[in-house]
């Protein structure tokens, strides 16, 4: 069962432009929702994450919306650079339930080609 | 700091052999995680370790078993590997808060 669900599975955009990843989950239980970027043959790095008590986090070019209502969220590339062109996985997890860990579950993965 | 670290990179196996992969972390993080990366279906949890002496089951346990031998290494075994087993591993260990920190991963061929 696939409890997160991230489109498109590519995506390609001119430099300059807004790349955005969309993702929409099912578990009402999770409650943090990080995004990871990907180059290739290279292991997933964190990009940037957020809680569901904010509707928007940025972070330079990069910002998550969050639709708490909808159990969507999604990341926005602004001004994409060819140095961007990665896959990108979001993900969740629930961060309260006592534990001092979390599993992840991840989305499929969005394959991003700036082009120059 | 190395991070997290994995042996081999790469890795070709026929049908039933067995082998161990290898992760080490130098964060003094509590828990560590592997994970296999599949074309089109994003990362899938295998086992994880939420301290020293405990290990549990993921998503897609089935055909591994893994070994916390010290806080420090996670490794995972395939005991008879099946094609299905073709994937892309990757080792993480995680900071507070759900921050996990990936290795460079393992590419393993099963022939």
């Known amino acids: 069962q696939q409890q997160v669900k991230q489109s498109p599975q590519s995506l390609i955009v001119q430099k300059g432009g807004i790349s955005i990843i969309n993702c929409a989950y099912e578990?009402?239980?999770?409650?943090?929702f990080p995004w990871y970027q990907q180059f290739p043959g290279k292991g997933p790095a964190l990009l940037i994450a957020?809680?569901?008590?904010?509707s928007e986090k940025k972070e330079g070019r990069f910002t998550i919306s969050f639709n708490k209502s909808a159990k969507q969220f999604s990341l926005h590339i602004m001004d994409s650079q060819p140095g961007d062109s990665a896959t990108y996985f979001c993900?969740?997890?629930?961060?309260?339930?006592?534990?001092?860990?979390?599993?992840?579950?991840f989305g499929q993965g969005t394959i991003l080609t700036v082009h120059p | 700091n190395a991070g997290v670290t994995q042996t081999p990179k790469f890795q070709v196996l026929k049908t039933g052999q067995s082998m161990t992969l290898q992760c080490a972390q130098d964060?003094?993080?509590?828990?560590m995680y592997w994970y296999r990366q599949d074309p089109g279906m994003g990362l899938r949890l295998i086992y994880y370790?939420?301290?020293?002496?405990?290990?549990d089951k993921g998503e897609v346990p089935n055909g591994y078993n893994v070994s916390r031998l010290n806080k420090r290494e996670f490794s995972l075994r395939l005991e008879s590997a099946a094609p299905s087993q073709t994937s892309v591993y990757f080792c993480?260990?995680?900071?507070?808060?759900?921050?996990?920190?990936f290795g460079p991963g393992t590419r393993l061929t099963v022939t």
């Open positions: 993900a969740a997890t629930p961060l309260g339930g006592g534990t001092s860990y979390g599993k992840l579950t």
């Open positions: 578990n009402t239980a999770f409650d943090y």
């Open positions: 957020i809680r569901p008590d904010v």
């Open positions: 964060m003094n993080h509590n828990s």
């Open positions: 370790s939420a301290s020293e002496g405990t290990t």
């Open positions: 993480a260990s995680e900071a507070r808060p759900r921050e996990q920190y």
